[in-house]
C-alpha cells in the first residue's frame, strides 16, 4: 500500500540516523515500533525497498522479537516479569489487580487504545520483584498499592516521565564482596599495562591467568582471543554480549551499572590483543533504561582519549556501539546474537565455523560476556598471579552469584570459586531449603542431599544465578514454569527443540492438573532426552535440564499428582521427531 507522506518522512529519518545500514534492521525496527506501537505493514515495506533487503527477512525479524509487532500495542505497554520468582512474589495477581481495574484482557489492548497489560520473560530484576516494564522501563518492587496508582495514573493520561521517580529505581543489591567488586581500578589502568607489555605478552598474561568465560561455557578465554587473532583475514571485531536473558540472573545488570568503565576497557584491550578496530556492547532489550548512562560512559571514555583514534597516544583505534536487542532469550547464544547484530532473526548459526573464526559480518570475532571483558581488563592491570592465587585449580578467580527466591537478602554475592553451596545458603539467610535452581532453567535443579557440593566449573558450574525454594513451594509448579519458559522461548528453527519443548510442557501440565500417569512420567524424560540430543542449539539441549532433574531429585512430588490410570493418550513423540532423527542423521553423513 501507498506510504503517507508523514510516515514517509519519519521512517527516512529513521534509516538516516542508523546510516542506511542493513544490519541496522532491527535498531530501526525498535525505533518505529516506539513511535507507533507497532511496526505498520508499510512500514516493512518501505525498508525492505530501501535497504534492499527481501520483505519477507524484514516480515521474519518482526515476527521473532517479543518487543516488536505488527498490530497496534496500548500507548501504555505495560509487562509484567513472570519468572518464577515474581510469580512467587504475587506478580501474576498484582497483574489480574491491574487489568481488573483498567478493563482489560492480558495480552489484547484496551478498545480506546490507551493500555495493553501482557506477561514477559524475566526482565532481570528477581532481587527486587515484582517487577514489571512499562513502555521498556524497569519498575521495580511492585504491591497493590503502586498497582492502584499505576491505574489511576494510566486512566488520566499521565506522561511517564511524571510518574513517581522511586518507581524507577533499580538497586544494585550487593550483599556480600570480594577482590572483584573491591579493587577499584584506575581508569585506563588495563590499556596502559597491556601497552607496555605489549600485544602479544598480554595475550600471554591472559592465558596465565586461567580466566574462563563468565556466559556459561566457561571456555578458556585467551584460547578465544588467540583463535581470532590467527584466524585469516585483517578486520576482527569485539562483541560484548549483555543479553543477560537466564531468569533468575542480573549480575550483569549490576556491572552494567557500577563497572561500564572497567566493561569498555576490557573490550579496548581485546581490540588491542587481536587488532580489531570495532566493538559493539549488545544490550537486552529489558535493559534499555540503562542506554543513556553507557553512552554517557562511552563519550566520556572518548573525551578522555580511551576510546576512538589513537587511543591513549598509542596508535591503535577502537571504539564501541551499543546495539539494542528486542525480546529474545536465544539470542544469548554467541551466534545467534551476531545475527541479531546483523539485524536479522536471532536463529543460532550451525557451527563451526564458531565465531572466533567467522562472526560478524563474516569476520573474525571474539564474544565475551560483561564479567569476562571486566576481569580481563582486572588481569591486565594487576597481573595474571593476583587472580590465577584466587579458586580453585580449574577455576581461577571469583564468581559473581545473582540470589533470589526464598531468601531474606537477595542481591549479588561474591566468592572465590570453589565456595560450598551451603556456605552461600548461609550468607544470603537462607534456613530451611528445599531445592535450589542453579545457573537458571538451563542449570540444574538440586535438593539438600547436594548443598555441600562447590562451585566451580569442576563440580557445580553456574552462569551465575542461584534461585531458592523452601517448603512452601510446589516442585511441579516450579518446573511447570521453566517448561513453559522454554516452550516460549524456542525459536522453532529445528524440530527436536520446537517439538520437544512443547511435548515436555504439554507432559508437565498434565502432571500439574492430576491427569499424569506413569507412562507419562516415562514419555516426559524421552522428551528429555531426545531434545537434549538432537537440538541445533544450547537451548534445545539446556531446556529439559529442570524437568529431568526433577523426575531425578524430586520423585515423590510428580508420583503424589499421577492420576493412578492409565491417563489421556499420550503424544507420540517417535513420530513427530522421525523426520528430525533422519535429518541429524544427514547431516552426521555430511559431517564424517
Known sequence: MPLSSSLDRVLARISARYQDDPYQLLQMLRAVQASYSHVPQAAMQFFARHLGVPLSQVQGVVEFYAFLHETPRGRYDIRFSDNITDQMLGARTLMQRLCDRLGVTPGVPRQDGVVTVDLTSCTGMSDQGPAALVNGLAVTRLDAARIDEMADLVDAGIALEAWPRDWFAVRDNIRHTGPMLELGMASGAALRAAIARGAASTLTE??????????????????????????????????????????????????????????????????????????????????????????SVLERRREEGLLGSNVIGAGFDFDIAIHLGAGAYICGEESALIESLEGKRGQARVRPPFPAVRGYADKPTIVNNVQTFIQAAQISAMGAAWFAAMGTEKSRGTVLLSISGDVPRRGIFEYPFGVTISEVLSDCGATVVQAIQIGGPSGHLISASEFGRRIAFE???TTGSLMVFDW??????????????????????????RVGTTVIRQLVDKVADGHASAADLAEIEGAGRVTRALSHCGLGQTAPNPVLDALTRFSPAFEARLCGAAGDPGFDLDAELSEARQMRGKEMQHDG
Not at 474 to 497: L, Y
Open 472 to 497: 512452601s513451594r510446589d516442585v511441579i509448579a516450579i518446573v511447570q514454569n521453566f517448561a513453559r519458559f522454554f516452550q516460549h522461548e524456542s525459536c522453532g528453527f529445528c524440530t527436536p527443540c
Open 459 to 461: 563440580d557445580m558450574p
Open 206 to 295: 591472559l592465558a596465565h591467568s586461567g580466566l574462563r568465560g563468565r556466559g556459561g561455557a566457561g571456555y578458556l578465554t585467551a584460547h578465544k582471543w588467540r583463535f581470532c587473532l590467527e584466524a585469516p583475514g585483517v578486520q576482527r571485531f569485539v562483541v560484548c554480549n549483555a543479553d543477560e536473558g537466564e531468569p533468575g540472573t542480573f549480575k550483569d545488570r549490576v556491572l552494567l551499572t557500577r563497572f561500564a568503565d572497567e566493561l569498555f576497557e576490557g573490550m579496548a584491550l581485546a581490540g588491542f590483543v587481536v587488532g580489531a578496530r570495532q566493538g559493539f556492547l549488545y544490550l537486552r532489550g529489558e535493559y534499555e533504561y540503562m542506554l543513556p548512562h553507557l553512552e
